[in-house]
């Protein structure tokens, strides 16, 4: 992933003025996120409940935890970049602490959030705290 952090992520999403300019900067986003290999892509790392495929790996370094993601489409990547700025570089205990649902709405992604979609990013972060 590269070093973009959240504010910056999130100054990026709110600059947008309209729906397409925040669709165009989500897809901006997912050509950042650093891909998966294949041999990454298991069942097992795969998140269950999303619309598309997403698969999740965790790594955990003294304690502190950093994520890799990957999708097959392009929108969720950028949501996935979001979802990685939230949560890199940060205990289990500190993840489990938060309301990540809370800290994503403050991005204004709901719009490209349909109800499938929605229940994908949930998956996501249940995966995370957990």
Not at 28 to 51: H, I, M, P, W, Y
Not at 88 to 99: I, M, T, V, W
Request: aromatic content about 4%; charged content about 25%.
């Amino acid at each position: 992933m590269t070093d973009l952090t959240r504010d910056a992520i999130q100054t990026r999403l709110q600059a947008c003025t309209s729906k397409e300019a925040t669709f165009k900067e989500l897809v901006s986003l997912s050509k950042q996120l650093e891909r998966l290999t294949d041999a990454d892509k298991t069942e097992e790392n795969r998140v269950k409940g999303c619309e598309s495929a997403v698969w999740l790996i965790e790594h955990q370094d003294n304690g502190v935890c950093t994520f890799q993601a990957d999708s097959d489409a392009k929108l969720m990547r950028g949501v996935l970049m979001v979802i990685l700025s939230l949560v890199n570089g940060h205990s289990k205990a500190e993840l489990q602490q938060r309301d990540l649902v809370a800290e994503l709405s403050q991005f204004n992604l709901s719009s490209y959030l349909t109800s499938s979609r929605t229940n994908g990013v949930l998956s996501v972060l249940k995966k995370v705290q957990n």
